[in-house]
């Protein structure tokens, strides 16, 4: 039996408990697929920077690089602030492992009740590596009248054109309409160059359809219309936001799923729930586990078994469409543990 060697991180507080349901459901799903998951895990979290330091030990990366690929359930906790946990180990893991695609599902569902009125079935395409994210910049005068700060943006040719080429390419495997997120009318440099080469990659996709939107725009279409989208790609700040604006149409953030990828598979790429550590309900067994399960099927579909993630997709179709069991984000009163008993059944 081929065993797949999955490093996995559950973080901070949801996190320990929506890990271990979705490792749950795709080790179910390997047993009927003909696969095994072996898992290490690593405690490596804000609990850890507060008794250690760090978020990750030395090497912390090195010991990762050797894993097929990386499950993360969430980081994040009151005291620390969200720029350790991200800059101590989110960020250090997208950019050593080249993971420039984050990969974001978004379906309404079902049986689910959503803000929107639609059928929405689309996916953000996230630029992951570069764009406004970057650590170059400074401050000055601190504590002066004169105080002030400077970030710069990162759009290069290569890191652009990679991710629009897999989301093109995307596209083209889904309804073939791809939408490109922008903002050129008021960022002069960087934006008209994203334009630029989005226009440059579409002639290579002859068969996707394609427009270009503001930002601003956008982000009210996505509430107005969202069933007109099929693929969304932004760069790292608009990709961000947008997915997060389109989980809340898909009804919860407790359902939305991602993926952080290396498509040459040259590195590990890694899987976790859009969602954070969720401090407010930790550790009272009330998480939704769907994000963390989804991100799991698509651990599962990019380490070859499509069949296998499809089939744990329908199984979280099925319980939410039957109506009995969800958890209390959704309008339930189920917790963690019975929802994913449910997918469980459903999956046989
Ligand atoms: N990738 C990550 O690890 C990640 C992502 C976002 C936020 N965070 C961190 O998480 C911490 C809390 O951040 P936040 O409150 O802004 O975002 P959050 O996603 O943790 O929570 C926002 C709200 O959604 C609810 N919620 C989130 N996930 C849920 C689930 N699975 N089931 C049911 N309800 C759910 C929470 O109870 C809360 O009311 C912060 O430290 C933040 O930095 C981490």
């Known amino acids: 039996m081929m065993t797949h060697d999955i490093a996995v991180i559950p973080g901070d507080g949801i996190g320990h408990e929506v890990t271990p349901a979705a490792m749950e459901v795709a080790r179910a799903a390997g047993r009927r697929h003909g696969f095994g998951l072996h898992l290490t895990e690593y405690d490596w979290s804000c609990e850890r920077y507060l008794r250690e330091g760090a978020m990750m030990p030395p090497g912390g990366l090195d010991r ?13 906790a009151p005291g620390v602030p969200d720029h350790v946990s991200l800059w101590g180990l989110l960020i250090p893991i997208r950019r050593a492992f080249r993971q420039y695609v984050n990969l974001r599902p978004v379906r309404l569902f079902p049986g689910v009740e959503s803000p929107v009125r639609a059928e929405v079935d689309l996916v953000v395409v996230r630029e992951n590596t570069e764009g406004e994210y970057s650590e170059i910049g400074g401050r000055m ?24 080429d897999y989301a093109f390419d995307l596209a083209g495997r889904r309804r073939g309409y791809l939408t490109s997120a922008t903002k050129s009318n008021g960022i002069v440099h960087t934006l008209p160059f994203w334009d630029e080469l989005v226009k440059e990659r579409a002639a290579e996709f002859p068969g996707v359809r394609w427009d270009q939107e503001h930002i601003d725009a956008l982000c009210a279409k996505l509430v107005l219309q969202p069933s007109r989208f099929d693929v969304i790609v932004g760069s790292n700040l608009f990709g961000d936001i947008l997915s997060d604006l389109a989980a809340a149409v898909a009804g919860s953030i407790g359902i939305a799923p991602s993926a952080n990828l290396n498509p040459s598979r040259e590195f590990p790429s890694m899987f976790e729930p859009v969602h954070g550590s969720a401090p407010d309900i930790a550790g009272q067994g009330l998480a939704n586990p769907i994000g963390a399960i989804w991100s799991a099927a698509m651990m599962v579909e990019h380490l070859g078994h499509a069949r296998a993630a499809e089939q744990i997709v329908a199984a979280i179709a099925a319980v939410l469409a039957k109506g009995d069991v969800r958890t209390r984000d959704l309008g339930g009163t189920s917790g ?9 059944a459903e999956l046989g």
């Open 64 to 76: 990762l690089r050797a894993h097929d690929a990386i499950f993360l359930g969430a980081v994040g």
């Open 141 to 164: 005068n601190r504590g002066f009248p004169e105080e002030m700060a400077v970030q710069q943006s990162v759009f290069t040719r290569a890191g652009v054109t990679r991710v629009l």
């Open 336 to 344: 963690t543990e019975q929802f994913t008993r449910a997918v469980l």
